[in-house]
Nanobody, 119 residues
Framework: QVQLVESGGGLVQAGGSLRLSCAVS????????MGWYRQAPGKQRELVAR???????NYADSVKGRFTISRDNAKNTVYLQMNSLKPEDTAVYSC?????????????WGQGTQVTVSS
């Protein structure tokens, strides 16, 4: 059993910052790519940022220069530092991990955390 647990969401004013964390626990052999996705009301889920086990990153154009994804492999944790937040960043943010367990790789998702940016 593998679990992803997010924390760090909340309400912030435009221009402010938040840091999201996602901790992976359970029967883990290895973790490959980890990513953050978001879904705003009435919109499809979209990739925000992702990071490989080696630290290679890529970002959605809308967050480049404002958000930074990082990971601590020793803690099986991925972070999303969000700066200069805008009202359009308001969404439920979910963590995704490609986790090898039981000799196979699976996609796992966290439960999501709400980020609300007020104007």
């Amino acid at each position: 059993q593998v679990q992803l647990v997010e924390s760090g969401g909340g309400l912030v004013q435009a221009g402010g910052s938040l840091r999201l964390s996602c901790a992976v626990s359970g029967d883990i052999f290895s973790i490959n790519v980890m990513g953050w996705y978001r879904q705003a009301p009435g919109k499809q889920r979209e990739l925000v940022a992702r990071i490989t086990s080696g630290g290679k990153t890529n970002y959605a154009d809308s967050v480049k220069g404002r958000f930074t994804i990082s990971r601590d492999n020793a803690k099986n944790t991925v972070y999303l530092q969000m700066n200069s937040l805008k009202p359009e960043d308001t969404a439920v943010y979910s963590c995704n991990g490609q986790v090898t367990t039981g000799w196979r790789e699976y996609d796992y998702w966290g439960q999501g955390t709400q980020v609300t940016v007020s104007s």
